[in-house]
């Protein structure tokens, strides 16, 4: 049975930092691409960070990027997501994604069950 777990949430004022973990059981991991995504409430599920298989690439969505770093320990079966300088419209469940190309045409995917993030003075 696959399992994604994350934790690390949290409530922080703006400017704080927090740091998302997620920890993955039932796949090999180092086959799988790992993102992070967030969804606030009213809105769509947005893609905040992904890393490739080895870390060798890392793509940021704009809102993020030079504010949050995501890692894996593919020892650990862990990925993660460092958070600074958070603001208001950081808040939002995030979600750990796990996903492996089997063709072109699919793909094996997982979530976690989301942690929540809340932004707040």
């Known amino acids: 049975q696959v399992q994604l777990v994350e934790s690390g949430g949290g409530s922080v004022q703006p400017g704080g930092s927090l740091r998302l973990s997620c920890t993955v059981s039932?796949?090999?991991?180092?086959?799988?691409?790992m993102s992070w995504y967030r969804q606030a409430p009213g809105k769509e599920r947005d893609l905040v960070a992904s890393?490739?298989?080895?870390?060798?690439?890392?793509k940021y969505a704009d809102s993020v990027k030079g504010r949050f770093t995501i890692s894996r320990d593919n020892d650990k079966n862990a990925v993660y997501l460092q958070m600074t300088g958070l603001k208001p419209e950081d808040a939002a469940v995030y979600y750990c994604?796990?996903?492996?190309?089997?063709?072109?045409?699919?793909?094996?995917?997982?979530w976690g069950q989301g942690a929540q993030v809340t932004v707040s003075s």
């Open positions: 994604n796990a996903r492996f190309a089997l063709s072109i045409w699919t793909s094996d995917i997982y």
């Open positions: 890393i490739s298989t080895d870390a060798g690439s890392r």
């Open positions: 039932g796949l090999t991991f180092d086959w799988y691409d």
